[in-house]
């Protein structure tokens, strides 16, 4: 039975892919964790998202390609939408998501992280994107969202070449930031995770925006938004909050808002 397994921890939403043996995803739950992020959106007091796998062999496979075997291009198309619908989510939360990836991540499943701000990978993970192979491609974001962290050259060699990265080397190319052993990826994301609690979370929103507008935004367009967006914050609580802290030296107690 697919599912998506939620959890909250302190300021943290803990998305758990559960769908043996190897994590794939379906229609229903592309849609169901597009509607958990928005439900995460509206919720004032998570800051952070983590998503993993079960189980201590895969992150995610992707798509069952016994959903393709028709050769349907309607079904194609819904399951694109689906895919697509689902990650941009993921990629637009207001707060930090942190990929946990505990071993294999491919196709659709190595999809999921890149949409994410952030990967922590176990040592023995492995990420791909396989689809050239069986005659498709990454319709997920995967050759716009590779490219921008690995630059095009690597893109090309995981996607064109069907080239598989190990955790080392995927650390070495920045596809993730941090390898763990086998089993702690999860313990160190919501490590990290925890870090962005001590965060002003209207600040995170402000920041995580002006960084990922320069994936298609001149530099030269993108200055005079971020100088606007700083003034802005100053129509929020959690501006006055944090400065206040700061001088009375104590622990800011953030509205988000």
Known sequence: MTALIEKIVGNTAVITMSNPPANTWTVQSLQLLKQKVEALNDNPQIYALVITGEGDKFFSAGADLKLFADGDKDNAANMAKCFGEAFEALS?????????????????????????????????????????????????????????????????????????????QALQLKLVEEVVDTGASLEAAMQLAAKVAKQ??????????????????????????????????????????????????????WKNC
Do not use: H
């Not at 990929?99 to 040592?123: F, H, K, P, Q, T």
């Not at 700083?230 to 802290?245: K, P, R, Y």
């Open 92 to 168: 637009a939360f207001r707060g930090v998501s942190i990929a946990a990836i505990n071993g294999y991540a491919m196709g659709g499943g190595l999809e999921v992280a890149l949409a994410c701000d952030l990967r922590i990978a176990e040592s023995q993970a492995v990420m791909a994107l396989p689809e050239a192979s069986v005659g498709l491609l990454p319709c997920a974001g995967g050759t716009q969202n590779l490219a921008a962290l690995i630059g095009e050259g690597w893109a090309k060699r995981m996607i064109l070449c069907g080239e598989r990265l190990g955790a080392q």
């Open 200 to 253: 002003s979370p209207s600040s995170i929103k402000a920041c995580k925006t002006l960084i990922q507008a320069g994936r298609n935004m001149p530099r030269n367009q993108a200055l005079p938004i971020e100088r606007e967006l700083f003034v802005d914050l100053f129509d929020t609580q959690d501006q006055a909050e944090g400065v206040a802290a700061f001088l009375e030296k104590r622990k800011a107690n």
